[in-house]
């Protein structure tokens, strides 16, 4: 499984993007796609994650009511769009899978098998 993220940048507080992450590869019905990102000298952390089946998601607290995730079963592609974007959402932002992820555990990185390479999202105040 390969997944490849893109959509970071610059852009203005209250300013909004869109991240894509495109998997490629053997992908399962069960797996679960994660997004989590990780700001300097901070650890990773989890934004937001999607089931492939079903589309089930959850959130962080940190990011309900401004990013919102999404999928293209037939592009293979997941999709986080950020709005509202503030300062502290300024990090790293890598797209993750896993299998057999229950609903509770969307949240833990070592839940996920497979990283995609990040992509840079500075929000400038």
């Known amino acids: 499984v390969q997944l490849q993220a893109s959509g970071g940048g610059l852009v203005q507080a209250g300013g909004s993007l869109r991240l894509s992450c495109a998997a490629s590869?053997?992908?399962?019905?069960?797996?679960?796609m994660g997004w989590f990102r990780q700001a300097p000298g901070k650890e990773r952390e989890f934004v937001a994650a999607?089931?492939?089946?079903?589309?089930?998601?959850s959130y962080a607290d940190s990011v309900k009511g401004r990013f919102r995730v999404s999928k293209d079963t037939a592009k293979n592609m997941v999709y986080l769009q950020m709005d509202s974007l503030k300062s502290e959402d300024t990090a790293v932002y890598y797209c993750?899978?896993?299998?057999?992820?229950?609903?509770?555990?969307?949240?833990?990185?070592?839940?996920?098998?497979?990283w995609g390479q990040g992509t840079q999202v500075t929000v400038s105040s």
């Open positions: 993750a899978t896993g299998s057999g992820i229950i609903p509770s555990a969307r949240d833990d990185l070592h839940q996920y098998d497979y």
């Open positions: 590869g053997r992908t399962f019905t069960s797996s679960t």
């Open positions: 999607i089931r492939w089946s079903g589309g089930s998601t």
